[in-house]
């Protein structure tokens, strides 16, 4: 069992950053894949971002490269994602996953078994 909790969500302004923590407990040393998806009011969940424990290699969906920067500190078991240059847009709740196991797509949401409870970003315009 892995548990996931994530913080350091809030309100920020049009163009503002904020930074996400996800602490993992348990079976920690499981979890081969960790990602960030976001879920926002009327929409299906969809993918922000992902890293892989092994190598730290990292994935990102289009509509956030360049803005967002996911990272681990697996002494520490946690996640971050580092949000820059943040739109209105990008209002949602965001959620912290995790799969113990290696993932064949790191966008889909079926390949994630643990989730945090999400935490709120609301980017005003």
């Known amino acids: 069992q892995v548990q996931l909790v994530e913080s350091g969500g809030g309100l920020v302004q049009d163009g503002g950053s904020l930074r996400l923590s996800c602490a993992a407990s348990?079976?920690?040393?499981?979890?081969?894949?960790m990602g960030w998806f976001r879920q926002a009011p009327g929409k299906e969940r969809e993918f922000v971002a992902a890293?892989?424990?092994?190598?730290?290699?990292?994935y990102y969906a289009d509509s956030v490269k360049g803005r967002f920067t996911i990272s681990r500190d697996n002494a520490k078991n946690t996640v971050y994602l580092q949000m820059n240059s943040l739109k209105p847009e990008d209002t949602a709740v965001y959620y912290c996953?995790?799969?113990?196991?290696?993932?064949?797509?790191?966008?889909?949401?079926?390949?994630?078994?643990?989730w945090g409870q999400g935490t709120q970003v609301t980017v005003s315009s």
């Open positions: 996953a995790a799969s113990i196991y290696s993932v064949a797509d790191w966008s889909k949401t079926s390949e994630y078994r643990y």
């Open positions: 348990g079976r920690t040393f499981s979890s081969a894949v």
């Open positions: 890293i892989r424990r092994s190598d730290g290699s990292t």
